[in-house]
């Protein structure tokens, strides 16, 4: 029996998107995936956004097989196979030479592997960063590993060792060349400000103009601002933004998420040729943003912008319910069918006919698809209810009602 049970080792993870307020923008190594300055980031609750992903090794398997979203994708793809990689190497470092026969042979096995979004993988929410840190946590819990794992998820997207913690994270941009010390930590559990909330404006399911990948290198070529942003202005707004999160000062905290969110649209502007990420109801938004703000006085939403057009708005949950309201009226759902508002609860909200005057100036009816409403939550879970693994014990998905 116990070699029957040992062919099929099995473990399901699910991991959590990342929003940045401090952006990573450009590599100095593109293939170690090292940045050109560190970056800070929100993690964002896996109950309305995450990646399930299930990893199966069996003596039966005749080659490593890849699923994503229920389609058999690519799994030669260089950065899964960097992953696979570093973590089968880890595991034999960690068996230190002793030659556990079980893991060894878990090691020669072939691996089948499944993975799963909560949410649409075109909207431009950080599949990728929710999708790589799920690939390692599932890995390493099936190989045994246990070591700083950040780094390896860093090696399939840079944004994905962030994801490897919950609440507030800080990915180093580190000074060795190997990569050793360009590692993600975390800042602040998602426990330490119970109030702040996300509102993610989805404008359009579309694909990105620009992959990341490739926008991001011709702006280290090409954009002076670029090279004067990693140097000068990240590391001072990088200690400003963690005393703001430290002392839950949403005024600082806010202000400065708009301003480096602006900043780093100005160095795809500033790359030549230019990269646009921002549409017309991107800036529609802002604009509606800092007239919110203007008329209570105060900074109440901040808006973040990754590469692509949906808006992420920082708020506390106090004013959830009047700015949804105020968005619901700026961009009235083109039907009432499909949910508006989805994920945490929304309360209804009066206007004052002053308020109206003041925010909501004219009206773009159908421009935001929806709003989600979320909050920072916490890093990688092991999944334990064997209902909801994505493969079977014969390696192929498992038909899911």
């Known amino acids: 029996a116990m070699a029957a049970e040992r062919a099929v080792a099995m473990a399901t993870c699910t991991a959590p998107v990342n929003i940045a307020v401090i952006k990573y923008w450009g590599k100095r190594d593109t293939d ?50 960097a992953c696979l990689r570093e973590v089968r190497r880890l595991a034999r470092k960690r068996r230190g030479g002793s030659e556990d026969a079980a893991t060894l042979g878990l090691l020669s096995y072939k691996v089948h592997i499944a993975s799963e979004n909560n ?51 800080q990915w180093q941009r580190g000074e ?45 070529e090409t954009s002076p601002l ?27 905290f806010g202000q400065l998420a708009m301003r480096d969110s602006n900043q780093f649209h100005a160095t795809c502007l500033d790359t030549f040729p230019p990269i646009f990420y921002l549409n017309d109801l991107s800036r529609h938004i802002i604009s509606l943003a800092h007239r919110y703000n203007a008329h209570h006085g105060h900074t109440k939403v901040a808006y973040t912008f990754d590469a692509g057009p949906n808006a992420v708005i920082f708020t506390l949950d106090d004013t959830v319910d009047e700015f949804v309201e105020v968005v619901r009226r700026s961009f009235p759902p083109a039907t009432n069918g499909d949910q508006f508002v989805r994920g945490l609860p929304v309360g209804s909200a009066t206007l004052s006919q002053e308020l109206v005057t003041a925010v909501v100036t004219e009206p773009v009816p159908g ?35």
């Open 226 to 252: 670029l090279k004067h942003r990693a140097e000068v202005v990240v590391p001072e707004r990088l200690a400003q933004m963690m005393r703001h999160i430290r002392e839950r000062d949403f005024e600082g």
């Open 32 to 81: 170690l995936i090292l940045p050109i300055n560190s970056s800070l980031s929100v993690t964002l609750h896996q109950d309305q956004l995450r990646t399930t992903t299930t990893a199966v090794a069996s003596r039966d398997f005749t080659e490593d097989r890849l699923w994503l979203n229920g389609a058999e994708a690519d799994v030669g793809h260089p950065r899964v196979q």
């Open 176 to 220: 060795r060349p190997d990569g050793t010390d360009s590692v993600a930590l975390q800042v602040a559990p998602e426990t330490h400000w119970p109030e702040l909330r996300v509102l993610v404006l989805v404008v359009s399911g579309e694909k990105k103009p620009v992959a990341s990948t490739a926008g991001m290198q011709t702006s280290v």
């Open 119 to 169: 949410f649409p993988t075109a909207a431009g929410l950080a599949s990728s960063a929710a999708g790589y840190a799920c690939l390692v946590s599932a890995l390493a819990r099936l190989y045994g590993v246990e070591d700083e794992l950040s780094e390896v998820a860093r090696r399939g997207s840079g944004s994905a060792c962030r994801s490897m913690w919950g609440g507030f994270v």
């Open 367 to 401: 421009a935001v698809q929806y709003i989600l409403h979320t909050k920072p939550g916490p890093g990688p879970q092991l999944v334990d209810d064997p209902s909801q693994h994505l493969l079977g014990a014969d390696g192929l998905p498992r038909c899911r009602a």
